[in-house]
C-alpha cells in the first residue's frame, strides 16, 4: 500500500502482490484507522471498548467482528440482552405479539439505556406500502413520526421480499447477527441480517433496519464476484417534523470522487500521473453500467419533488469522502405524507435497479485476479463505511450509534465469501 499527497489530498493505492492475503481484523483495522484519519482519533480514544468488536473464528478460519452473545455491563448502556431466536420472534410475530412484549420476555438484561431525549413511542402496526406516486407531491398533512417509518419500513420490507424471492435460498438469514427486539435511542429496533456468498446475488452483508419513530434503513456490500454498486437509503425522523434522506448507489472502484472540483472536473494527468487515466476509466465504466441518464433523473429529480427541501451540503470527514459516490444525494424535507410517499417510490425503485444489477451475469468478474483485486478494494472500503457511520451514528444516538454501527455495518473480515461464518 502506498500513500501520497495529490492537490492537497492523501490518496492511497494499493497493488496486488499475492494471489491471496490476510485482511487484518477489524479491531486492527481500525487501530490503523485511527493512525492515519486525524479526524477520527477523538471517537476511538472514547469508544474503541464500547464498540464489542471482538475476532471469533468461524467457517473456513475467517474472524468474525463481535460476539453476539448476551452479557450484563456494570454500565447497562453496553450490555447485550438476549433476544429470542430468528424463528421464535417470526411465530411471536405472527401471533400478534407486540415488539414492546417480544423485548420484555426475551430477557431480564438491562436494555440500553435511552441516549436521546425523546420518549419511546408506542409500536404502531405497519401500514401497507404506499402506491408509486407522481414526481412532484401534492401539499398534503404532517406525517406522524411513528406512521412514517411504518410507511416506509413496510415498503422497503416489500422490497426485501422481492429480493429475497430473486436470489432464493442463496440469501441466507443471520440471526446471529441480527435483532429481532433490541432498543436504540429509546424506540424499539429491529435489524434483519442476510448474506448470499453465492455467485447468485453475491451479497457481502444486507442489512435492513428499522427504529421505531426514528429511521428506516436499508444497506447492500456486495461480494467481491461483481462490480454492482454498493447501495445506501436511509431515512430519518429529525426533530419531530422533518425527514432527512440519504441516498447513495457507490461504485466499486476508486474514482477519486471526493477530488472532484466545484466545476465537475478531475485532476488530471498533471496532479494525478498516470492513475488519472485509471480513475477516469472507473468512472467512465461506473457511468455506463450504473450512473445511466435514468438512474441520474431519478435521483435529481428527488429534491424538486420533496416540499419544503433543503439540500445537506456539510463538508464530509475524510472516511465519508472517500466511499461517497457521484450520485450520493442528502436531503432534509417536511414530515409531510406526500414527502413520505415520493422517498418511498424512489427506495423501491432504487432497490429494483440493484436487483436488476445483481442479477444480471454481464456485471460478474472473471475468476482471478479481478475477483481478489475487488476483494482488496472491498475491504478497506467497508472499513471507511463503518468508520464514517460511527461518526454518524454518535453524533445521533450517543453510545446506542457505536452499538448500531457495529451492527448495521455487518462482518468486516469476510468480504471475500460474501461474509459467511
Same mark, same amino acid.
Given at each position: 500500500?502506498?500513500?501520497?499527497?495529490?492537490?492537497?489530498?492523501?490518496?492511497?493505492?494499493?497493488?496486488?502482490?499475492?494471489?491471496?492475503?490476510? #485482511?487484518?481484523?477489524?479491531?486492527?483495522?481500525?487501530?490503523?484507522?485511527?493512525?492515519?484519519?486525524?479526524?477520527?482519533?477523538?471517537?476511538?480514544?472514547?469508544?474503541?471498548?464500547?464498540?464489542?468488536?471482538?475476532?471469533?473464528?468461524?467457517?473456513?478460519?475467517?474472524?468474525?467482528?463481535?460476539?453476539?452473545?448476551?452479557?450484563?455491563?456494570?454500565?447497562?448502556?453496553?450490555?447485550?440482552?438476549?433476544?429470542?431466536?430468528?424463528?421464535?420472534?417470526?411465530?411471536?410475530?405472527?401471533?400478534?405479539?407486540?415488539?414492546?412484549?417480544?423485548?420484555?420476555?426475551?430477557?431480564?438484561?438491562?436494555?440500553?439505556?435511552?441516549?436521546?431525549?425523546?420518549?419511546?413511542?408506542?409500536?404502531?402496526?405497519?401500514?401497507?406500502?404506499?402506491?408509486?406516486?407522481?414526481?412532484?407531491?401534492?401539499?398534503?398533512?404532517?406525517?406522524?413520526?411513528?406512521?412514517?417509518?411504518?410507511?416506509?419500513?413496510?415498503?422497503?420490507?416489500?422490497?426485501?421480499?422481492?429480493?429475497?424471492?430473486?436470489?432464493?435460498? &442463496?440469501?441466507?438469514?443471520?440471526?446471529?447477527?441480527?435483532?429481532?427486539?433490541?432498543?436504540?435511542?429509546?424506540?424499539?429496533?429491529?435489524?434483519?441480517?442476510?448474506?448470499?456468498?453465492?455467485?447468485?446475488?453475491?451479497?457481502?452483508?444486507?442489512?435492513?433496519?428499522?427504529?421505531?419513530?426514528?429511521?428506516?434503513?436499508?444497506?447492500?456490500?456486495?461480494?467481491?464476484?461483481?462490480?454492482?454498486?454498493?447501495? *445506501?437509503?436511509?431515512?430519518?425522523?429529525?426533530?419531530? &417534523?422533518?425527514?432527512?434522506?440519504?441516498?447513495?448507489?457507490?461504485?466499486?472502484?476508486?474514482?477519486?470522487?471526493? #477530488?472532484?472540483?466545484?466545476?465537475?472536473?478531475?485532476?488530471?494527468?498533471?496532479? *494525478?500521473?498516470?492513475?488519472?487515466?485509471? @480513475?477516469?476509466?472507473?468512472?467512465?465504466?461506473?457511468?455506463?453500467?450504473?450512473?445511466?441518464?435514468?438512474?441520474?433523473?431519478?435521483?435529481?429529480?428527488?429534491?424538486?419533488? #420533496?416540499?419544503?427541501?433543503?439540500?445537506?451540503?456539510?463538508?464530509?470527514?475524510?472516511?465519508?469522502?472517500?466511499?461517497?459516490?457521484?450520485?450520493?444525494?442528502?436531503?432534509?424535507?417536511?414530515?409531510? &405524507?406526500?414527502?413520505?410517499?415520493?422517498?418511498?417510490?424512489?427506495?423501491?425503485?432504487?432497490?429494483?435497479?440493484?436487483?436488476?444489477?445483481?442479477?444480471?451475469?454481464?456485471?460478474?468478474?472473471?475468476?482471478?485476479?479481478?475477483?481478489?483485486?475487488?476483494?482488496? @478494494?472491498?475491504?478497506?472500503?467497508?472499513?471507511?463505511?463503518?468508520?464514517? *457511520?460511527?461518526?454518524?451514528?454518535?453524533?445521533?444516538?450517543?453510545?446506542?450509534?457505536?452499538?448500531?454501527?457495529?451492527?448495521?455495518?455487518?462482518?468486516?473480515?469476510?468480504?471475500?465469501?460474501?461474509?459467511?461464518?
Amino acid at each position: 500500500i502506498e500513500s501520497g499527497m495529490h492537490g492537497g489530498m492523501l490518496i492511497f493505492s494499493c497493488s496486488l502482490r499475492r494471489a491471496k492475503m490476510r #485482511l487484518p481484523t477489524a479491531a486492527a483495522a481500525i487501530i490503523l484507522l485511527a493512525g492515519s484519519t486525524g479526524a477520527f482519533n477523538p471517537q476511538l480514544a472514547g469508544h474503541r471498548a464500547s464498540t464489542q468488536l471482538h475476532n471469533e473464528i468461524g467457517a473456513g478460519g475467517m474472524a468474525d467482528t463481535r460476539n453476539p452473545d448476551a452479557f450484563e455491563h456494570e454500565d447497562p448502556r453496553k450490555s447485550i440482552s438476549a433476544a429470542p431466536s430468528f424463528e421464535e420472534y417470526l411465530k411471536q410475530r405472527e401471533a400478534g405479539v407486540s415488539s414492546a412484549e417480544v423485548a420484555g420476555a426475551s430477557s431480564a438484561v438491562s436494555a440500553p439505556t435511552p441516549v436521546a431525549a425523546v420518549p419511546a413511542p408506542a409500536p404502531q402496526p405497519a401500514a401497507p406500502a404506499p402506491a408509486p406516486v407522481a414526481a412532484a407531491p401534492a401539499a398534503g398533512g404532517s406525517a406522524g413520526a411513528d406512521a412514517a417509518i411504518a410507511t416506509l419500513s413496510a415498503s422497503q420490507s416489500s422490497s426485501m421480499d422481492k429480493i429475497a424471492s430473486a436470489i432464493g435460498p &442463496d440469501l441466507e438469514l443471520k440471526p446471529d447477527l441480527s435483532w429481532a427486539a433490541e432498543t436504540v435511542g429509546g424506540a424499539a429496533a429491529t435489524l434483519d441480517g442476510r448474506e448470499a456468498p453465492g455467485a447468485n446475488g453475491n451479497v457481502a452483508w444486507l442489512a435492513n433496519v428499522e427504529i421505531a419513530g426514528k429511521m428506516s434503513s436499508l444497506t447492500i456490500f456486495n461480494g467481491p464476484l461483481t462490480d454492482v454498486p454498493h447501495i *445506501l437509503s436511509r431515512a430519518v425522523v429529525v426533530d419531530g &417534523d422533518k425527514i432527512r434522506f440519504t441516498l447513495d448507489i457507490r461504485p466499486r472502484a476508486y474514482g477519486a470522487y471526493e #477530488l472532484r472540483d466545484a466545476a465537475g472536473n478531475f485532476p488530471g494527468p498533471d496532479v *494525478l500521473g498516470r492513475d488519472a487515466f485509471t @480513475y477516469s476509466g472507473n468512472r467512465k465504466d461506473y457511468d455506463t453500467k450504473f450512473g445511466t441518464d435514468e438512474v441520474v433523473a431519478l435521483v435529481e429529480s428527488v429534491a424538486s419533488s #420533496l416540499e419544503g427541501a433543503i439540500v445537506n451540503t456539510d463538508e464530509p470527514g475524510e472516511p465519508e469522502s472517500l466511499v461517497r459516490g457521484p450520485l450520493y444525494l442528502d436531503v432534509t424535507a417536511s414530515l409531510t &405524507d406526500g414527502n413520505v410517499a415520493v422517498i418511498s417510490d424512489v427506495r423501491a425503485k432504487v432497490a429494483d435497479y440493484w436487483l436488476g444489477w445483481a442479477m444480471d451475469n454481464s456485471h460478474a468478474h472473471r475468476p482471478g485476479a479481478p475477483v481478489n483485486s475487488q476483494y482488496v @478494494y472491498d475491504s478497506k472500503y467497508k472499513i471507511n463505511a463503518y468508520t464514517a *457511520l460511527l461518526e454518524e451514528y454518535k453524533a445521533m444516538l450517543g453510545e446506542d450509534g457505536v452499538t448500531l454501527a457495529a451492527a448495521e455495518s455487518g462482518p468486516l473480515d469476510e468480504a471475500y465469501v460474501g461474509g459467511g461464518s
